[in-house]
């Protein structure tokens, strides 16, 4: 997906002043929230000690990630799987065009997979003449919306209520508008059963990928997961290189995080552990198994600074509960990955120079890095882009400079002394004897949309001196 | 007990009461209250902006004027949090200064936090009468842990009935730079925050950061209330003659 990162802040009027997208944004993220509040409230132990050893698991798989590719590739070939690699999205795109071509693939259906967006692949897949088909239900209903990209990593939809979905199925599928969810996931289904049974090719993503077996685990709540896994003659799995987890033990461990995290669910409807080939005398799974592992900036964060944001394993918490992505909606970050885990990832996959804003726009409440169950610093990783902003000359120079003056200011005491006094008798004069300003000349963002309450006229420092002489003379 | 205050930037600037009712309720406690005359800015503006070599300058400068004090308190969440958590991380490269960082790390306390958990206060001077909601400041709550601290000492006051808001751990939109470079997306912020408010129908908000303060009321008024009261949690405990 071309990154439209760069365009965050141009982006955001139209978002906060779109009602529907508000009021969908507020329903969502109200339930999302309440629902993992309470997932962690029932769990039955320690939840805090759940997340260290989550956060323990993915550290020791990206503290050596070659070895672990190592194992993996190792054990997923003993199961007749074919291991692939491919360094950016374009190689994504060509290598699933090239065995699409090998086994006569015409229509692909696939289930969920951000790296899919990373790759652009339906745009890649239509291209060269091969249908795709999502079968995720928020991911279809985004296909049929003109292939909008999806504005959530795990609800693709969002931003779209059930009846914006019903008029979008009533004008694709030629029929009378149903307005529930369970009409609608059965119209759905109808239409998706075809294609599941005519398509040569399952693609999908993986949540884990398992070292010791081989195998890629798929947590999924509509069972299209399990179609597309199972019913194709060739299954695609295209995912991170950062995805391996070591043993099953740990895929349980993580997977009491995940689903309580995402969605606030025990566990998810379906857990899909997709071993090898379909080997003889088995009934179910795919003649021909493909993993692609894509690296796409992946490996170069190995060992640096930004580490720690390997070990993501893509629950969205950190979105559903961060203040600017509830008020803007996941559109608006411009590229595959939306809300604090985007921002931090955005900038790192497509350049630092390209999405400028992202870094910046976060009240960096550490809501996120409260919530995220592998114990992921958000706020301090988007500081340190911030940091490698402000040290590559890529923040506006009147910025800079002024930070610059007021750092310079603040080491001189006595010149800084006189500094707030006349910045607190300039506000003070600005309120003109009310108690707020209205409107502010240095300032004007702030009093857009809001007072600045006026100040006291004089400072703490001024007023705590004359108290002392005060008491000095009384005492003598 | 020595006990050195740090007024912060903002409430020197802003609302000196802030200050002298910290003062008062450190003295009522029996501290021996130092306030360094050169204190100005703990350089929080300057870390989060990205500038670590202006963050240094002012941590140093910091850690310099408050040295050989029993214990340093900050009437700020935000402003604590940045001494506590880190200036160990901004003087990371220096082993020395590293070192400084984290022994006057160890002393610094987040006002509410000093007073319940240090001091052991059991009674306050303030006597507001009245019903109140207290809002959680994002660094306050999320980097020092004070979230029973101020319910407690509101819970010290007779007069005082403490109603909870819907999301009082939900960020205010503030965020320092932030509210000015992305000034409508932190307005929607504090539109939600100013409805959780409302919807308690409490006499004031209390909390106990000013930044905080400043955004909460200035959309308050915006919006057109003009009866709830926005009150540091320092102002409402020392009473409000200061
Ligand atoms: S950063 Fe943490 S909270 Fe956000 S998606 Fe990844 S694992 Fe989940």
Redesign the interface.
């Known amino acids: 997906m071309r990154s439209q990162a760069m365009h965050f802040q141009a982006r955001v009027p139209a978002k906060l002043a779109d009602e529907r997208l508000q009021a969908n944004l507020a329903r969502a993220s109200g339930r999302f929230v309440a629902a993992r509040a309470q997932a962690v409230a029932e769990y039955e132990g320690d939840f805090e000690a759940l997340r260290d050893a989550g956060r323990d698991i993915r550290d020791r798989v990206v503290a050596d990630l070659d070895v672990w590719l190592e194992t993996f590739e190792a054990s997923a070939a003993a199961r007749g799987a074919e291991v692939l690699y491919a360094r950016d999205g374009e190689e994504i795109g060509r290598l699933v065009v090239e065995i699409a071509r090998r086994h006569g693939v015409t229509k692909v259906v696939k289930s969920k997979s951000m790296l899919s967006e990373e790759a652009d692949l339906n745009a890649v897949l239509e291209a060269a003449g091969i249908t795709p088909v999502e079968t995720d239900l928020g991911e279809y209903i985004q296909q049929l919306d003109d292939n909008e990209p999806p504005s959530h990593i795990l609800a693709p939809a969002f931003h779209k209520s059930k009846e914006e979905v019903a008029e979008l199925f009533a004008r694709a599928h030629g029929r009378p508008p149903v307005d529930d969810i369970a009409g609608l996931t059965r119209e759905a289904r109808e239409v998706l059963r075809r294609h599941f049974l005519t398509a040569q090719m399952g693609l999908s993503g993986a949540n884990f990928l398992v070292a010791e077996t081989g195998s890629a685990v798929l947590v999924t709540n509509e069972g299209n997961g399990r179609m597309v896994t199972t019913l194709p003659p060739v299954h695609v799995v295209v995912t991170g290189i950062e995805k391996i987890v070591p043993t099953l033990e740990d895929v349980a461990t993580l997977l009491r995080l995940l689903p309580r995290s995402a969605s606030g669910q025990r566990i998810s409807n379906y857990v899909t552990v997709a071993t090898g080939v379909r080997a003889a005398g088995e009934l179910d799974g795919p003649d021909h198994l493909y993993v692609i592992l894509v690296d796409n900036g992946r490996a170069a964060l190995a060992g640096g600074e930004f580490a720690t944001m390997l070990r993501c394993i893509r629950c969205g918490a950190c979105m559903n509960h961060c203040p600017v992505y509830q008020s803007v909606g996941g559109h608006a970050y411009g590229w595959v990955y939306p809300g604090p885990m985007g921002a931090v990832l955005t900038p790192l996959f497509t350049g630092l120079e390209n999405a400028r804003d992202l870094p910046q726009a976060s009240t960096l409440c550490n809501q996120c890095g409260a919530v995220c169950p592998v114990r992921i610093p958000l706020p301090g990783l988007l500081r340190r882009l911030r940091e490698r902003q402000m040290d590559e000359g890529l923040r506006p120079r009147r910025e800079r400079r002024a930070l610059r003056l007021w750092g310079w200011l603040a080491a001189r005491p006595r010149l800084y002394r006189l500094a707030v006094r006349v910045a607190a008798r300039y506000l003070d004069w600005l309120a003109d004897g009310t108690d707020r300003i209205r409107v502010m000349g240095i300032a004007p963002e702030w009093t857009a949309g809001r007072d600045l309450p006026a100040p006291e006229g004089r400072t703490f420092r001024d007023l705590y001196a004359a108290r002392r002489k005060h008491s000095k003379e009384e005492g003598r | 007990m020595r006990v050195g205050l740090f007024?912060t930037?903002l409430?020197?600037?802003?609302?000196?009461?802030i200050?002298?009712a910290a003062l008062r309720l450190l003295e009522h406690a029996g501290c021996e209250v130092v306030?360094p005359?050169?204190?100005?800015?703990c350089?929080q503006?300057?870390?989060?902006?990205?500038?670590?070599?202006?963050s240094r300058?002012?941590a140093l400068?910091l850690i310099d004027e408050f040295d050989g004090l029993d214990y340093v308190v900050v009437p700020s969440g935000s402003c604590a949090g940045m001494i506590r958590v880190h200036y160990p991380e901004v003087l990371r490269d220096d082993a020395v200064a590293r070192a400084r960082a984290e022994a006057l790390a160890a002393r610094t306390f987040e006002l509410t936090d000093f007073l319940v958990n240090v001091l052991r206060i059991e009674d306050v001077p303030g006597g507001f009468r009245g019903s109140v909601t207290y809002h959680d400041s994002?660094?306050g709550l999320?980097?020092l842990g004070v979230k029973a601290q101020p319910r407690a000492l509101l819970g010290l006051m007779p007069g005082v009935e403490l109603r909870e808001m819907e999301a009082a751990?939900?960020?205010c939109?503030?965020?320092?730079a932030?509210?000015?470079?992305?000034?409508?997306?932190?307005?929607?912020?504090?539109t939600?925050k100013c409805r959780s408010i409302e919807a308690t129908a409490a006499d004031a908000v209390v909390l106990g950061d000013l930044g905080c303060?400043?955004?909460i009321?200035?959309?308050l008024?915006?919006l057109g209330d003009e009866h709830t009261r926005?009150l540091h949690i320092a102002e409402i405990l020392a009473g409000e003659d200061g």
């Open positions: 007024v930037c409430v020197d600037l802003m609302r000196p009461r200050g002298f306030v005359a050169d204190q100005t800015c350089g503006p300057a870390w989060n902006a990205g500038d670590r070599a202006t300058r002012l400068k994002c660094s999320r980097e751990e939900a960020c939109g503030f965020g320092g932030f509210a000015v470079k992305f000034a409508g997306i932190s307005t929607e912020i504090a939600r303060m400043l955004n009321e200035g959309r008024r915006r926005v």
